[in-house]
């Protein structure tokens, strides 16, 4: 039996498809189009995991959309009549939309589902699960446990912003909800604008932003959001525009920080905005932590589930993890959006259909490499095409060779394998570098990813390393947790660098790994097993054995603005528009000193500012 699973339509649209419960294939629109973040429906994505499958659409015996449109449109109609006539403009604009398109969505997706196969004739089997629920299965069903509570935290779906759910075999139930406007999700995007960064893809630097700062806008945050002592909030709405406007935040919200909204083609970052950042991270796990505290006296339940983009706020992950509040703890790689495809093909498959779970302790996103793969041949072929001047080399070679440019200092593109599956770049779609290297993190970001300085890079590591160098005793195999660096790995800095602000911090080496090792000792680690990823763990070994370091840099294979590559030609064109030193594409290598210079791209101007 086949489900397919289907997100669109917001941000990060996507596909999954299952066979008898097992993930098969799952991948966002973007990596197809090039377009960061593609909302629309995704055709490109569909058809690669039909491909993958080996099926037509008319095969597939089930579709499941990730949330229900009539209850997105009740929100938006009960929100405008809740505040009209405050919010007419951003109604106004909305109303055609919806009544074009998405009122009747049911309708479109099965327009949009016969252009796959002129055999597909009706949409009796196409369903629609609901936002929250998506998400929570996405978290549960590949979670190595029979039990668990489940979080899911996001800006919003129909109307829930967060919920509650108990999980056990194969039953999933939302317990509780927390509804619209009240968003932890949304309040963090809402800071993510009034810094200057782009909402539902700046999130990201907002995190990185924070500990260059001191949280001491905590009480004026406070002033905002009323957090209860069991963690559930509620927002003032009077310093938001996100219910009724076109804009996260307001003038009332302005005045209460005493400054304006900051204009990033025009504004640097400064003092104020690190301090910022900080202060809503701090916000953001004080309410993550004692929501966790209390769902875990309440229910009882050693396991927990987290997904919905705010699970992807690793930070906050890693404190929850300090706290040691849940015995276990399983994050879904695809927190987002996207992963709402996944979890709305499993729900269907569990609830609808009852078959029965079979937990696999292991790991059955299968490490997240769930996208599209090249063979050989179709490498060579590309690169043939694309003028690229390679040589073909045997693994141990590729191995030895790339292992040995890293340890010389050389930023090289490692394409590899299947694409993963969620933001994250996990060892097959990677920019790889030395971590020992004190300059490497500055000229990644400046010269290779065409982004802010201030943005820190992840350690990959070898799992059997990891407590040698990090204080965190649980593996992390999707990147999706920080911790510290070891004390005894730490560099203490001195008197005067102590008394340095902001970026200043920035360049002071606090590790035998700097590169990888922020400005408060932490690290977004990733472990890395020879059982999920065997070349990726040989490269790190061999680089290993020439250095004594098993660590890499690991970062997504794309420049700023750009989605993660996909394919030979959209690496060879991204290696070719940086300064990127090497390329290594299955077993091709590529030295960017023989290419011919006609073929460099002029990357930095292609993607806009996200």
């Not at 089997?125 to 996001?154: E, G, M, Q, R």
Request: with cysteine; charged share 25%.
């Amino acid at each position: 039996m086949h489900i397919l699973g289907i997100s669109a339509f917001y941000h990060d649209s996507a596909a999954c498809i299952l066979k008898n419960g097992e993930i098969i294939a799952a991948a966002q629109e973007e990596r197809f189009t090039r377009k960061k973040h593609d909302a629309s429906y995704p055709f490109n994505a569909i058809e690669f995991v039909l491909d993958s499958a080996s099926i037509k659409l008319s095969d597939v015996d089930k579709i499941v959309f990730f949330e229900k449109p009539f209850l997105k449109f009740e929100r938006l109609l009960e929100t405008y009549v809740a505040f009209a006539p405050k919010g007419f403009l951003s109604f106004s604009k909305a109303m055609p939309i919806w009544i074009k398109e998405k009122l009747f969505q049911k309708n479109m997706i099965f327009n949009y589902l016969k252009k796959h196969d002129k055999d597909y004739k009706s949409d009796k089997n196409l369903h629609f699960s609901n936002h929250h629920l998506s998400h929570a299965a996405s978290a549960f069903y590949p979670s190595p446990y029979k039990d668990a509570v489940i979080l899911t935290a996001d800006g919003v779906g129909e109307w829930a912003t967060t919920t509650v759910a108990v999980g056990s075999g194969n039953q999933l139930e939302i317990k509780k909800e927390l509804h619209f406007p009240h968003s932890l999700g949304l309040l963090y995007s809402a800071f993510t604008y009034y810094t200057g960064f782009k909402v539902n893809s700046g999130e990201y630097k907002l995190m990185g932003l924070a500990p260059y700062g001191t949280p001491i806008y905590v009480d004026k945050i406070k002033e905002l959001i009323d957090i209860k002592s069991d963690g559930t909030f509620r927002l003032d709405q009077s310093f938001f525009n996100y219910a009724t406007g076109l804009t996260m935040t307001n003038k009332k919200f302005e005045k209460l920080f005493g400054q304006k909204k900051r204009l990033p083609e025009s504004e640097k970052l400064t003092q104020f905005h690190m301090d910022i950042a900080s202060s809503i991270q701090k916000i953001t796990e004080e309410i993550i932590i004692k929501l966790s505290k209390s769902i875990s006296e309440e229910y009882q339940i050693k396991n927990l589930c987290l997904a919905g983009g705010v699970a992807l706020n690793c930070v906050a992950n890693g404190k929850l993890i300090e706290e040691k509040i849940f015995e276990n703890i399983w994050i879904q790689p695809a927190a987002g959006d996207a992963g709402g495809s996944l979890g709305a093909a499993l729900a269907f498959w569990y609830l609808e259909e009852g078959k029965e779970r079979n937990i696999n302790p292991q790991d059955s996103m299968k490490g997240s490499y769930l996208g599209t793969e090249y063979s050989h041949d179709q490498i060579l072929i590309e690169l043939n095409n694309l003028g690229a001047k390679f040589e073909v080399l045997e693994y141990d070679e590729i191995i030895e060779k790339t292992a040995q440019c890293l340890s010389n200092g050389d930023a090289v593109g490692w394409f590899q394998g299947k694409m993963e599956f969620g933001p994250r770049a996990l060892g097959n779609r990677s920019i790889l570098g030395d971590p020992r290297s004190k300059s490497m993190q500055k000229n990644l970001n400046l010269k290779v990813k065409f982004r802010e300085s201030f943005r820190p890079f992840a350690p990959s590591i070898l799992i059997d390393d990891l407590e040698d160098w990090f204080e965190l005793k649980t593996k992390s195999p999707y990147m999706l947790i920080v911790a510290n660096i070891n004390s005894e790995k730490k560099l203490e800095m001195t008197e005067e660098q102590k008394n340095l602000f902001g970026i200043d911090k920035l360049n002071i080496k606090r590790s035998g790994i700097p590169a990888v090792t922020h400005v408060d000792y932490s690290a977004r680690i990733q472990t890395v097993s020879a059982k999920t990823n065997k070349k990726f763990y040989d490269l790190i070994h061999k680089f290993k054995e020439k250095t004594s370091c098993p660590v890499l840099i690991n970062t997504s294979f794309n420049i700023r603005g750009e989605p993660i590559v996909n394919s030979p030609k959209d690496a060879f064109n991204c290696f070719m528009g940086n300064e990127l030193d090497f390329l290594v594409i299955g077993n091709c290598f590529i030295d960017k000193r023989n290419q011919n210079l006609n073929l460099k791209k002029n990357y930095r101007d292609k993607y806009e500012l996200d």
